[in-house]
């Protein structure tokens, strides 16, 4: 238990300190892994709009023609196609709840798959997670030595600031006694 009010505000100054430079690390951190795999999610994003056009300019082309077309012209660098074959069309897999979806790292990355509807199939687009993982290496080392030199400012400044706000006390306790 803490009894000294220094120690008790060294701890609060230091909380909210490192909170804000926390938060502070995170969006540099996702900054980051922004600019290193902006590449990849541009390619991603062309290959979307390729996908699109080609399904918007053939509306009533059979559905096997336009998945083989969309395989070889939205093919990119560092994204994955996904074309339903007959076997994966068989046995269908209940889709996933949405909200789940939500708080998973690939969504907070931006890093969702793109699906182009072709006819009663669909179309898969998505980045190469293999390709983007010197990205999130780089983006985690980053993270993990920001929060810890964020703490340790914060623990230095909230000293430092405590003893300023206990210095006045400390002297009118001495004159007192």
Do not use: K
């Not at 902006?38 to 998945?67: K, M, Q």
């Not at 010197?134 to 914060?154: D, E, H, K, R």
Request: glycine fraction near 4%; hydrophobic fraction near 50%.
């Amino acid at each position: 238990m803490m009894r000294s009010l220094r120690a008790r505000l060294t701890l609060a100054y230091t909380s909210l300190v490192a909170l804000v430079l926390c938060l502070v690390a995170v969006l540099g951190a996702r900054l980051e892994f922004d600019a290193l795999a902006h590449p990849t999610l541009d390619a991603v994003e062309t290959s979307f709009r390729i996908a699109e056009t080609i399904v918007a300019s053939h509306p009533d082309a059979p559905s096997g023609i336009l998945e083989t077309e969309i395989a070889t012209a939205a093919r990119r660098d560092g994204v994955i196609v996904r074309v339903p074959s007959a076997r994966a069309q068989a046995r269908a897999l209940p889709e996933p709840p949405r909200n789940l979806d939500r708080l998973s790292i690939t969504s907070l990355l931006g890093l969702r798959p793109h699906v182009v509807r072709v006819g009663s199939d669909s179309v898969l687009i998505a980045p190469d997670l293999d390709r983007l993982r010197p990205a999130f290496n780089a983006t985690a080392t980053t993270l993990a030595i920001s929060v810890v030199v964020s703490v340790a400012l914060a623990w230095a400044f909230a000293r430092w600031i405590t003893g300023l706000a206990i210095r006045p006390l400390l002297t009118v306790t001495a004159e007192l006694r």
